[in-house]
T-cell receptor
Framework: NAGVTQTPKFQVLKTGQSMTLQCAQDMNHEYMSWYRQDPGMGLRLIHYSVGAGITDQGEVPNGYNVSRSTTEDFPLRLLSAAPSQTSVYFC??????????????FGPGTRLTVL | GNSVTQMEGPVTLSEEAFLTINCTYTATGYPSLFWYVQYPGEGLQLLLKATKADDKGSNKGFEATYRKETTSFHLEKGSVQVSDSAVYFCALSHNDYKLSFGAGTTVTVRA
């Protein structure tokens, strides 16, 4: 049981490049989400999904796309990277979207630098 | 909207010292409250939670009590160890799909 896995661990991009951050979970969780972590700002929700084929925007969705074709995978796409997207990105999953009662499990994170 | 404010760090302590990290929140109704911990190089892990007023969450020697009258959820541990060095996040969930996190408090425990 690997839990939530993320690849890559580190990435450096040039402004304007695109890339996909991968996230997978093997716990058969319905709810998955992406956060970015910036100094002094905690974690902010980018996008989330309550099941395969269903996604929605969080607090800071601009510049990011997501899709959920399977229960296990929830990739995050940066369409045209900007320096403001330099951050640490965390993927998380939960048994259900009822986060008031269900623990979220976090991946180890991807540290992204955009030059 | 919902928000969480927690004390700024960094906090540096000696082993066996008492630790308190203050957390206050703004929300309508009765949110659930959480403390997450992030050890160096790792993702966040749930440390403890409380889902209604006056509930006390506890785990690994840490405790926090949900105080609706003061809208607070302060984290405490009576005797910290070097292994408690981490970043601690207070969070709340009012809606079913979102957690609101505080900025995080870095705690360093020296031997």
């Amino acid at each position: 049981n690997a839990g939530v896995t993320q690849t890559p661990k580190f990435q450096v991009l040039k402004t304007g490049q695109s890339m996909t951050l991968q996230c997978a979970q093997d716990m058969n969780h319905e709810y998955m989400s992406w956060y970015r972590q910036d100094p002094g700002m905690g974690l902010r929700l980018i996008h989330y999904s309550v099941g395969a084929g269903i996604t929605d925007q969080g607090e800071v969705p601009n510049g990011y796309n997501v899709s959920r074709s399977t229960t296990e995978d929830f990739p995050l796409r940066l369409l045209s990277a900007a320096p403001s997207q330099t951050s640490v990105y965390f993927c998380a999953s939960s048994y259900s979207q009822v986060l008031t009662y269900n623990e979220q499990f976090f991946g180890p994170g991807t540290r992204l630098t955009v030059l | 909207g919902n928000s969480v404010t927690q004390m700024e760090g960094p906090v540096t302590l000696s082993e066996e010292a008492f630790l308190t990290i203050n957390c206050t929140y703004t929300a309508t109704g009765y949110p659930s409250l959480f403390w997450y911990v992030q050890y160096p190089g790792e993702g966040l892990q749930l440390l403890l939670k409380a889902t209604k007023a006056d509930d006390k969450g506890s785990n690994k020697g840490f405790e926090a009590t949900y105080r609706k009258e003061t809208t607070s959820f302060h984290l405490e541990k009576g005797s910290v160890q070097v292994s408690d060095s981490a970043v601690y996040f207070c969070a709340l969930s009012h809606n079913d799909y979102k957690l609101s996190f505080g900025a995080g408090t870095t705690v360093t425990v020296r031997a």
